[in-house]
């Protein structure tokens, strides 16, 4: 199965920008891979804040936005807040079988 | 309110099988794939497999192709997997989770040791 890539840790200043970025082992990330990303704090279930590359839920913070960025998908946070410290997973979609990313540490600090 | 409540993890010792429940209320659970992902102690997430709503496609991923089978019962809104010939690896909180992974679980843990 494909392997997705993310960067292991990241940081942002309070306020700031910060853009995650998920890869695809077999190529350009696109919408067929319907791309998600997940938001991960400790002792929490995980929340899932984009799908389909750019869709948000009711409960996504506007400051969250997903986009394709030179063949990977992205996460962009803007107006970083200190409870947006956590993990981020990104996954894609195969056909069926879906894969996650291992996950970005993001620092607000 | 939409909860997802998974049961039935637990101790179970290696080549032995556990049979995980997630119990559905709050939405119709016949209108959406449902999903069950796991997570290793210190390690990140992982798909496990997913069901079509109405039960007739599921997938894997390839570390369980074989050994686990996902399945689901819309008259009882729940949806089971049924892990055979497990192996330490397989030690993890596993996470059900319904369509779009907009709603999850707490979770259940499992652990295989000897």
């Known amino acids: 199965q494909a392997v997705v890539t993310q960067e292991p840790s990241l940081t942002v200043s309070p306020g700031g920008t910060a853009t995650l970025t998920c890869g695809s082992s077999t190529g350009a990330v696109t919408s067929g891979h319907s791309p998600y990303w997940l938001q991960r704090k400790p002792g929490q279930a995980p929340r899932t804040l984009i799908y389909d590359i750019n869709k948000k839920y009711s409960w996504t913070p506007a400051r969250f936005s997903g986009s394709l960025l030179g063949g990977k998908a992205a996460l962009t946070l803007s107006g970083a807040q200190p409870e947006d410290e956590a993990e981020y997973y990104c996954f894609l979609c195969y056909g069926g079988p879906w894969v996650f990313g291992g996950g970005t540490k993001l620092t607000v600090l | 309110e939409v909860q997802l409540a998974e049961s039935g993890g637990g101790l179970v010792q290696p080549g032995g099988s556990l049979r995980l429940s997630c119990a559905a209320s709050g939405f119709t659970f016949s209108n959406y794939w449902m999903t069950w992902v796991r997570q290793a102690p210190g390690k990140g997430l992982e798909w496990v497999a997913n069901?079509?709503?109405?039960?007739?496609?599921?997938y894997y991923v390839d570390s369980v192709k074989g050994r686990f089978t996902i399945s689901r019962d819309n008259a009882k809104n729940s949806l089971f997997l049924q892990m055979n010939s497990l192996r330490a690896e397989d030690t993890a909180v596993y996470y059900c989770?319904?369509?779009?992974?907009?709603?999850w679980g707490q979770g259940t843990l499992v652990t295989v040791s000897s």
């Open positions: 989770a319904s369509g779009r992974l907009e709603n």
């Open positions: 069901i079509k709503e109405d039960g007739t496609e599921n």
